[in-house]
């Protein structure tokens, strides 16, 4: 579209309207979006503008603390030789591929139970699955060292009991980052489904009654109305929930601080541990810039996976 | 998706990053330099000091008579958390040192980074008088409160020395005494006669996959006894010396004996402590009050003694660690805080009113004068319980030179332990690897 | 069918089938049975979801060594009034919880207004630079909040703002992840209804305070919900942003309970966890109350 253009969707102004009185009208109407973008905007502005530019500057610079000098692009090209950088990517991208699709998967169906009106004490099941959301990060930690406890926790009593063997799940690599994607699951699956709920009640009712006029099933109808009407909510969640796990970092925190043996190292703990614990900060934003860059790409091409599917 | 096109997200994110670029160059400009206040050297006013619990309450304890005794100066003692203390630290001293508090208490692990890559974040206490007191603190703590032209940054408060906290019940059961343990090999040797005596229960709880953080403090200690560390003085990488690879070995030998046990996540040991699923506890000073306090129903049973040696005729001390107090450079009152850090510090009534309200075990060697260091505790059995760190301490250690760099080398060493301890891996290759990872990271020399 | 069905609609909605059957309106005998199975359903999904909750509150009234104990208690203990004893005398609960709710709310309320405006200009509207803007405003959601922690104290120190609530306030009401659900949201609201309410003069405002914010009450109130959540659990910037105790909000105070290894109340620490909840549980039961579906319907037929 060319020059600022009006509206997404222009009335048809009334025929008898003198042009004049329609141009001011239109002036006004340029302005209106620019009106009410102005506080996010100004806000922008003011609060976020400086701080992403001074860090994107300090990552072109080396050295640590307060002692640093300009280094041009040797921190990115430190990064690509860095073992553990790498060792942290692919970690948060195995975590990612797995964590994402079940949660997500979860939340929905979920937020369709929550939603049926045939379900009792609704208010009770919406309550109990949102929980998990508002629940400290200090007493997770302690809460899944209990339960994930490898010589006596509940889950493997559980799992010795049913007759399955028991899993080592903070000794060993790949239970360690099983336990953090348990733990994530946990914590933002009602955070998802709450989302979805409130998407659900956009569906105008209609939609459903003339598919079940059609014979629909519920599967049917959950796929050729639910899904399709909530998509641009299902875009949101994908995306917030992979920038949200590429940018994992509490809950590795709290229950695995990384190891065992940098298993469970995610970028965002390399990153911390470069800016806040080695007070190497230029290197610390360089990390991040990278991963800006990984999830804005990766964003983008959820973006439009997902809305060329029309 | 009516609203957002493909095409226009593939220009939102190019745009977008152009965008930021653009702006970069603005703020170039206009950018607020780093360097920060210069700070003044106010002898009077209030200052603020930040710590953590409960060092805070015992430091609190001393303000009433500092304040009497320095008309002019008001002390607010914060207890900001720890570990939130290092972010909010650490922020102030990135920004150029403002915003800090005029009193900081920084740990051993801190310290020394804060030193190296914020050289003029901390006032120079040597020339408000410091080097003066150099001598009254256990030996081998001034190195690591000094910077690298040995001026003083801090002073030592609180130390750590290791001892060897042990069942008493538990090795009689197994007809041993540790008090004539003289070194670890004598407790390999024991191994067999103790688990037969006490099935299940371990000499030693390790963290050994270090989730969540790094936990070898006793290997560590084993290194300090030996006179070696991760670096040496001059700040070399020391980790493939024979003193390390000897202490890795010696924690994989004990694991091998069986007298290791797994002590998972960051609740476990206390679970086991109460549990009586461990029978000793090589553990610093702080753990006398601390066991005393959170297994009350085990009285009578905890003895301590010295630890073992790694060798023969070794040295028996090991000081894992210290904390501090420091001043900000950026503090407009620096000789009002050095003089409540020095009031608080140096004198013997004063670290003393603190160990006793906050169990802060004090660095200061003339405190130990004190009678409460030779009491009876009839937890212990009636053994004078903290003599035996007083005894360790006036011995003294030897300098450790954590250098600005042990963040890393801390996580290096904690995979390596990992490796040696989960995956059965050899204790010189992984030393070997993590003293080279170190090196590149660092830019330091191996020795 | 409405239009404003069709056009909520932005795909296909599979193949256009023949009118057969009457549609099943009101509850029959069979839909009641069928209630069971899904309601034990999600009772099983909400026991596990909130099993570690109980934990929690149960090691509330616990004392710190009684949380350590194995096996671990599953019955409430009496420790409950000392622990919030303890954390009154350490933290002083009312100023904190007062601080935070104060912080949290006007937090909530700005972001939402905020976000409405912007997502309302984003979705429909077409103009000059538009997405550009939306980048813009995203960025901060990519950026990782660490490396923006130092420029940001900067910042604030230079304004003059340090330990103020502006502080914790202002830097959060811009919030990039609110204005895009916000968009998706609106860009899924039919445009026959704004355009309604357009061809009769009403102003920009009158649309979508009148016809938009009713509309969107279910998004609003789990945006107000999320927004309230991301506030009240806040830590590290109002960590390192304020400098006095009474300033502190509820998980800065928490924070300070923590000290080293030896020194630490778990006890307390958990039953201010276990407070800070409450507000967190009020809020949400009286906001999914706006879960409700048929807005839409009622709105075009209106």
């Known amino acids: 579209m060319t020059a600022a253009a009006p509206p997404v969707t ?82 948060t991208a195995r975590i990612l591929v797995v964590q994402v699709p079940v949660m997500l998967a979860l939340a929905l169906l979920l937020a369709v139970g929550l939603n049926a009106a045939f379900v009792r004490w609704r208010t009770v099941w919406r309550l109990g699955v949102f929980m998990p959301t508002v629940t400290g990060l200090v007493a997770t930690g302690i809460l899944f060292s209990f339960l994930l406890n490898t010589k006596d926790g509940a889950v493997n009593n559980l799992l010795d009991s049913i007759g399955l063997p028991t899993v080592d799940w903070f000794g060993d690599g790949f239970w360690a980052r099983m336990a953090v994607v348990l733990v994530l699951t946990w914590h933002y699956t009602g955070y998802n489904a709450v989302i979805y709920l409130a998407g659900l009640q956009g569906i105008p009712k ?33 995306v917030l929930s992979t920038i949200g796990t590429l940018q994992l970092f509490d809950e590795p925190y709290v229950l695995t601080r990384g190891g065992p043996d940098n298993a469970t190292l995610t970028v965002s703990m390399y990153l911390y541990d470069n800016g806040f614990r080695y007070f190497d900060f230029g290197y610390a934003s360089a990390i991040a810039y ?21 | 998706m009516s609203h957002l096109s493909r095409r226009d997200l593939l220009r939102a994110s190019g745009a977008g990053l152009l965008t930021l670029t653009a702006g970069g160059a603005l703020a170039a400009c206009g950018g607020s330099n780093g360097s920060g206040s210069s700070g003044g050297d106010a002898a009077t006013g209030n200052i603020t000091v930040w710590s953590w619990t409960s060092a805070a309450d015992a430091l609190r304890g001393v303000v009433p008579a500092f304040e009497k005794d320095n008309p002019g100066i008001k002390v607010d003692v914060q207890d900001v958390g720890n570990p939130a203390i290092w972010d909010k630290i650490t922020v102030g001293l990135a920004a150029g040192g403002q915003g800090l508090a005029d009193v900081l208490h920084i740990g051993c692990d801190y310290l020394p980074g804060y030193l190296e890559k914020f050289p003029n974040g901390l006032a120079d206490l040597s020339a408000l008088g410091a080097d003066a007191h150099k001598d009254k603190f256990a030996k081998g703590l001034w190195p690591v409160v000094t910077d690298k032209d040995g001026k003083a940054r801090a002073l030592p408060w609180e130390v750590n020395a290791q001892g060897f906290f042990y069942r008493k019940d538990m090795f009689d059961r197994a007809k041993l005494d540790p008090t004539t343990f003289e070194t670890w090999d004598d407790v390999i040797a024991g191994a067999d006669a103790f688990k037969a005596a006490n099935p299940g229960v371990g000499v030693l709880g390790i963290n050994k996959p270090g989730t969540p953080g790094p936990d070898v403090d006793f290997l560590q200690s084993l290194m300090q006894q030996q006179g070696a560390f991760y670096f040496d003085l001059k700040g070399d990488i020391t980790l493939t010396s024979p003193e390390c690879v000897r202490a890795l070995t010696l924690v994989k030998r004990l694991n091998d004996a069986g007298l290791v046990i797994e002590t998972p996540g960051s609740t476990a040991w206390r679970t086991q402590m109460k549990d009586s699923q461990l029978g000793a506890g090589p553990q610093p000073s ?21 630890p073992p040696a790694v060798t023969p005729g070794g040295k028996r001390t090991a000081i894992v660690n210290t904390t501090h107090l420091a001043v900000a450079a950026s503090s407009p009152r620096r000789t009002a805080a050095w003089k409540f850090v020095e009031y608080a510090l140096t004198r013997a009534d004063s670290v003393n009113a603190m160990f006793k309200a906050g169990s802060v075990f004090p660095a200061l060697t003339a405190a130990y004068q004190d009678p409460i260091y030779s009491e009876p505790s009839a937890y212990y059995g009636g053994q004078p319980v903290l003599k035996t760190f007083t005894d360790l301490l006036s011995e003294g250690g030897d300098a450790t030179n954590y250098s600005g760099d042990y963040a890393r080398a801390l996580k290096l060493v904690s995979d390596a332990q990992t490796k040696v301890l989960v995956k059965g891996g050899d204790p010189a290759e992984a030393l070997q690897e993590a003293a080279k990872q170190l090196a590149q990271q660092t830019g330091r020399k191996i020795k | 069918m409405t239009s404003a069905a069709t056009s909520v609609e932005p795909v296909a909605p599979g193949p256009a089938a023949p009118p057969a059957k009457p549609a099943p309106t009101g509850p029959s005998p069979w839909r009641r049975v069928r209630g069971w199975p899904l309601t034990l359903v999600l009772a099983a999904v909400t026991g596990l979801s909130i099993a570690p909750f109980y934990w929690l509150v149960v090691s509330a009234t616990r004392s710190d060594g009684e949380i350590f104990s194995w096996p671990p208690k599953l019955l409430p203990g009496s420790h409950l009034g000392d622990n919030i004893g303890h954390l009154q005398d350490r933290v002083g609960l009312g100023r904190v919880l007062l601080n935070s709710l104060l912080v949290s709310g006007l937090q909530t309320l700005g972001g939402l207004v905020v976000a409405l405006l912007a997502g309302y200009a984003f979705a429909k509207f077409r103009f000059r630079g538009r997405t550009v803007l939306f980048a813009v405003l995203l960025s901060t959601l990519v950026v990782p909040d660490q490396v923006m922690l130092v420029p940001l104290f ?10 103020s609530y502006q502080a ?50 279910p998004v609003l109130a789990a945006l107000g919900i999320f927004l309230f959540l991301g506030s009240w659990n806040s830590f590290v910037w109002p960590l390192i942003a304020l ?28 039953a201010g966890t276990a407070i800070s909840t409450l507000p967190m549980m009020v809020l949400f039961l009286v906001l999914q109350r706006q879960f409700i579906s048929g807005l839409l319907a009622g709105a075009t037929k209106g």
């Open chain 3, 168 to 217: 914790l306030i202002l830097p959060g009401l811009c919030v990039p992840f609110a204005i895009f659900l916000m968009r998706q949201s609106l860009s899924a609201m039919p445009d026959e209804l704004l355009d309604a309410a357009r061809v009769d003069g009403a102003g920009e405002l009158r649309v979508l305070f009148g016809i938009v914010v009713p509309v969107m009450r």
């Open chain 1, 206 to 238: 209609e939609l459903y009654e003339a598919a079940m006029v059609d014979g629909a099933g519920p599967v049917r109808r959950f796929r050729s109305v639910t899904l399709p009407a909530l998509r641009p909510v299902l875009l949101f969640t994908v």
């Open chain 1, 10 to 91: 222009r009335p048809a102004a009334p025929a008898a309207v003198r042009p004049a009185a329609v141009r001011r009208a239109r002036l006004r109407r340029r302005a209106v979006p620019y009106l009410l973008l102005a506080p996010a905007l100004i806000l922008f502005g003011v609060f976020k503008a400086y701080p992403i530019i001074s860090s994107m500057l300090l990552s072109l610079t080396a050295g640590s603390g307060s002692v640093t000098h300009s280094a041009g692009l040797s921190n990115y090209q430190r990064l690509l030789h860095d073992p553990l950088f790498w060792t942290a990517l692919g970690n």
């Open chain 3, 154 to 163: 900067k910042m604030m120190m230079s304004f003059g703002m340090l330990d």
């Open chain 2, 286 to 306: 702080w753990a006398a009050h601390y066991i005393e306090t959170k297994f009350p129903d085990l009285s009578g049973n905890w003895r301590l003694t010295r």
């Open chain 1, 290 to 310: 990278a991963l800006t860059l990984l999830v804005s790409v990766l964003g983008a091409a959820q973006m439009r996976l997902m809305g060329e599917r029309e």
């Open chain 3, 243 to 270: 400098r006095s105790t009474d300033m502190h909000t509820l998980p800065v105070a928490l924070a300070t309970l923590q000290g080293m290894k030896a020194n630490t109340d778990y006890g307390s620490i958990l």
